[in-house]
C-alpha cells in the first residue's frame, strides 16, 4: 500500500510502520545511545545532571542501564541514572573535588 503525502512524495505502508515501531517500542525492545556529563565543579558534592531524551514516545520502559566506557568519572563520583519516563531518563553524579572539571561518559541501554 502506498500513501501520498502533501509534498507529492509516495510513502510505503512498510516506511510508516517501521517508524511507528521505532516511536512505539514493544516489550522486549531496547534503545542504545550515548550520554556525556561535563561541568565545573563549585563545592565536593555539587550535583551535575543532564536529561537523556529517548526516541521512542508513548513506550513506557522498564529499566536503564549505563556504563562509563567513554570517559571514566573524573573529579566525580560514579554516575547514577533516575526519573525514568517515555520521554527519557536523567543521568547525574556528584563532584569530588572544588574549581575543577567533572566529565563522565558512556553508552546507554533502555529496554522496554
Same mark, same amino acid.
Given at each position: 500500500?502506498?500513501?501520498?503525502?502533501?509534498?507529492?512524495?509516495?510513502?510505503?505502508?512498510?516506511?510508516?510502520?517501521?517508524?511507528?515501531?521505532?516511536?512505539?517500542?514493544?516489550?522486549?525492545?531496547?534503545?542504545?545511545?550515548?550520554?556525556?556529563?561535563?561541568?565545573? +565543579?563549585?563545592?565536593?558534592?555539587? *550535583?551535575?545532571?543532564? !536529561?537523556?531524551? #529517548?526516541?521512542? $514516545?508513548?513506550? @513506557?520502559?522498564?529499566?536503564?542501564?549505563?556504563?562509563?566506557?567513554?570517559?571514566?568519572? +573524573?573529579?566525580?563520583?560514579?554516575? *547514577?541514572?533516575?526519573? !525514568?519516563?517515555? #520521554?527519557?531518563? $536523567?543521568?547525574? @553524579?556528584?563532584?569530588?573535588?572544588?574549581?575543577?572539571?567533572?566529565?563522565?561518559?558512556?553508552?546507554?541501554?533502555?529496554?522496554?
Amino acid at each position: 500500500m502506498v500513501y501520498q503525502v502533501v509534498t507529492g512524495v509516495f510513502v510505503n505502508a512498510s516506511d510508516i510502520n517501521q517508524l511507528a515501531r521505532v516511536l512505539q517500542r514493544q516489550s522486549g525492545d531496547q534503545e542504545t545511545g550515548k550520554y556525556y556529563l561535563t561541568g565545573s +565543579s563549585h563545592a565536593i558534592g555539587a *550535583a551535575l545532571g543532564a !536529561l537523556v531524551p #529517548s526516541i521512542s $514516545r508513548g513506550a @513506557t520502559p522498564v529499566s536503564v542501564s549505563i556504563d562509563t566506557s567513554d570517559q571514566a568519572p +573524573s573529579n566525580c563520583g560514579a554516575p *547514577a541514572t533516575d526519573h !525514568l519516563t517515555s #520521554s527519557g531518563f $536523567r543521568v547525574s @553524579t556528584t563532584s569530588t573535588a572544588v574549581a575543577t572539571s567533572v566529565q563522565v561518559a558512556g553508552n546507554y541501554t533502555i529496554a522496554y
